[in-house]
């Protein structure tokens, strides 16, 4: 396969004014929000929806795992194979639209199935959207900006979490869990037509000084990514932490239910306040950090969140264990201040070690896989160990199974510190093509 080489002009902050990167940005992590806000209504509507289907707790990990990973695991890679060749404003333009208007259709199903299936559109619009994201903020951003760039845009996981947690919590409450789906769904439907008409396409690796810019066929593509070994090791370590953002995402609300006897309101309030803002705090905390303290030496970009994701593991348990609510509370706040400190250096690292023209399929090969592992595994093996602890330990059950989140981000927090051996020799090579 002939490799095509194309001039790079260096500095994306030289070809496109600070206000103008910064407002893609913005738009660019609001979108992500909306992403995660639709994702996370679901997990503090399981207790009413299961209710009225009178659903298992193993049945409800499937609908907010499996029930949203299946098909946004199939399609993230050809479509992010697609967008690292093709316009990418456009790609998240259609795709925020489609997952938002599958989320208000949520609010209509009549079954169980129809329920699944919107599930699923969700996951389909949402496999589209956010790689391609990724790949436009690295395109406006250099190295060491980059892990506060995109610092910045995975706050929107954080926003998503909060505002999911009290539009579902509240709306419910007062209006029923149906009324939660169209209030989260269709305001994304505006906002993906500013997006489209407001934002151009970026020229592809103009932050990169001196990289080279190549256009290559699918195989040597996957085959340059996993030659990096660095990418290799943050992937796997990535599965791992993402377990316990993901269970805890799906399984606190339910936590703060059955344990701790809160209500609808009062779940959207304790779980969106100190679950979402501080993620937004850690999570920011960790951009900025990491973009200061790594400019000398690079692997900062994985020692720093390996100090983190390590933490997070003996605080979680404590939250689970806690019998006072206070305490609790806090260990959760700790937890996911801990846990979002290492989003955006990751994501970096992703578009990073990858050459410009592999940006999307880079990210999508990190997101996916920590998605389908996280979102995938992580609510059903929670779910299905409720089920099974059920008879031994009756409401509390959940309390031990949600321990399985400290060991999986301790297990990550290891690979993070094996991988930062190798990244500045990476770093190299995908600048040197």
């Known amino acids: 396969m002939v490799t095509i080489e194309k001039p790079v002009i260096s500095g994306a902050a030289a070809s496109a004014p600070m206000t103008s990167r910064y407002y893609v940005l ?45 098909f946004y695991s199939a399609l993230g890679m050809p479509v992010a194979r697609f967008a690292d060749r093709t316009n990418r404003r456009n790609i998240v333009a259609i795709a925020f639209a489609f997952w938002s208007a599958m989320t208000a259709l949520c609010g209509t199903a009549q079954s169980v199935t129809v329920l699944a299936l919107a599930r ?3 996951g389909i619009g949402e496999s589209a959207g956010t790689p391609a994201s990724q790949s436009i903020v690295a395109d406006h951003f250099n190295k060491d900006e980059r892990p506060r760039a995109l ?6 996981t954080y926003v998503g979490v909060f505002l999911g947690y009290f539009v579902g919590g509240w709306v419910n409450q007062y209006y029923g869990w149906r009324t939660a789906f169209l209030v989260a769904g ?10 489209r008409l407001t934002v151009q396409e970026p020229r592809r690796g103009a932050a990169d000084a001196g990289a080279v810019q190549t256009s290559e066929a699918l195989g040597p593509t996957f085959s ?7 990418f290799v090791i943050v992937l796997i370590g990535f599965c791992l932490t993402s377990y316990l953002n993901y269970a805890t995402a799906a399984w606190i609300p339910p936590f703060l239910a059955r344990v701790h006897h809160l209500s609808s309101a009062q779940v959207g309030t304790y779980a969106g306040t100190f679950k979402g803002l501080f993620g937004i705090a850690g999570t920011l905390l960790g951009g900025f950090v990491v973009a200061r303290i790594s400019r000398d030496d690079d692997r900062w970009k994985l020692w720093a969140p390996a100090i983190m994701s390590g933490l997070a593991g003996p605080v979680f348990a404590l939250c689970m264990l806690t019998p006072s609510f206070p305490t609790m509370i806090a260990m959760l706040a700790l937890t996911s201040l801990l846990v979002g400190f290492h989003l955006g250096p990751i994501f970096a690292i992703a578009q990073t070690v990858a050459r410009p023209a592999m940006r999307a399929l880079a990210a999508a090969t ?8 996280g979102q995938g595994v992580g609510p059903l093996v929670v779910g299905a160990l409720n089920d099974a602890w059920k008879s031994q330990y009756g409401v509390d059950a959940v309390r031990y199974s949600m321990l399985s989140c400290s060991i999986a981000t301790m297990l990550g927090a290891l ?19």
């Open 415 to 433: 690979l993070f510190v094996w991988g930062a051996n190798s990244i500045r020799a990476d770093i190299a090579r995908a600048k040197g093509g």
């Open 151 to 156: 610092g910045i845009y995975a706050i929107g």
């Open 224 to 230: 340059f990514l996993f030659s990096q070994k660095t």
């Open 186 to 195: 269709l305001p994304g439907i505006v906002l993906a037509i500013v997006f």
């Open 366 to 373: 990190i997101l996916l896989t920590a998605t389908c592992f």
């Open 26 to 70: 913005v738009l660019l992590t609001l979108i992500y929000g909306l992403n995660f806000l639709d994702r996370t209504i679901f997990n503090v509507l399981i207790e009413p929806i299961k209710r009225e289907f009178q659903l298992s707790d193993t049945a409800m990990g499937l609908l907010a795992g499996f029930g949203f990973v299946l």
């Open 120 to 122: 699923i559109g969700v």
